[in-house]
């Protein structure tokens, strides 16, 4: 399937609410399996990792056998797929178990949020300058931060991030939000054009930070802030002729042998 490429942007878009986003699948149940990427040495080595890439580690190739173990017991019509490395090599490790295997579609539009200039910094060195911005210090690492979600939420927090990048090309949570949207809107109009009436099963692979995007896209209130597990299965349904998500499962760990 061909490549898509990022549409609308912050000036030219608004997003869609939960039911909005529902009402494009025209009365067909879903069913939407989002998977985050396996572990890479840059989760690892606690380096800013958006847009940047690194090699999958040992223990991810053995999660990418477990997850994919795990949803080989399941049929799947659709999948779509963020066009960074670290996400293409798990999603091949899942089709690779799948039997019919269905077709692949790979998209910028699902890839994770664009640190800028922070990319492959270490993660302890922007959430300290994060810290100083908003006035704590840094030796009260983890007490400021929750002080500072508090303050302004996890979209405040990545803004935080994103001004403070020299380059100017980090993404802001607005744009991020937007992006989720329209990832969201092309999955969603390509399974209500699947044929036949039954519920159509769509897997995702994306990255943590952007799969809670989605998430909170469509279960707004059931979104926990929690940070997902690399390989980890977070699952929302739409039953027929609803417009309502059901939010069923949030970070599963499919079991290693």
Do not use: K, Y
């Not at 061909?2 to 609308?8: D, I, S």
């Not at 779509?80 to 269905?102: K, M, N, V, W, Y």
């Amino acid at each position: 399937m061909t490549e898509t490429m990022p549409t609308g942007t912050a000036d030219d878009r608004e997003q869609r609410l939960p039911e909005e986003l529902a009402a494009l699948a025209n009365g067909r149940a879903l069913r939407v399996r989002i998977v985050r990427h396996a572990e890479t040495e840059h989760n690892i080595n606690h380096l800013m990792q958006g847009w940047s890439d690194s090699p999958i580690t040992a223990t991810g190739r053995r999660q990418i056998e477990a997850v994919a173990r795990h949803l080989a017991q399941h049929r799947f019509d659709l999948v779509f797929c963020s066009d960074l490395q670290r996400t293409r090599t798990t999603a091949e490790g899942i089709l690779a178990a799948l039997d019919p295997r269905p077709p692949i579609e790979h998209t910028p539009l699902l890839r994770e949020w664009n640190f800028g200039a922070h990319e492959e910094r270490p993660a302890a060195e922007v959430w300290g300058e994060v810290i100083v911005e908003h006035g704590f210090e840094v030796d009260r690492e983890l007490s400021a931060l929750r002080a500072i979600g508090e303050q302004v939420g996890w979209q405040g927090l990545f803004d935080t991030v994103a001004r403070l990048d020299s380059s100017g090309q980090a993404e802001q949570a607005a744009a991020t939000v937007l992006r989720a949207d329209a990832a969201l809107e092309h999955v969603i109009r390509a399974a209500a054009a699947v044929p036949g009436e039954g519920q159509v099963e769509v897997l995702i692979v994306s990255h943590g930070g952007f799969i809670t995007s989605l998430l909170r896209q469509l279960v707004p209130d059931r979104t926990p802030d929690l940070i997902l597990p690399n390989c980890s299965i977070s699952t929302v349904s739409l039953p027929a002729g609803t417009t309502e998500w059901q939010l069923e499962g949030f970070g599963e760990v499919a079991p290693q042998d």
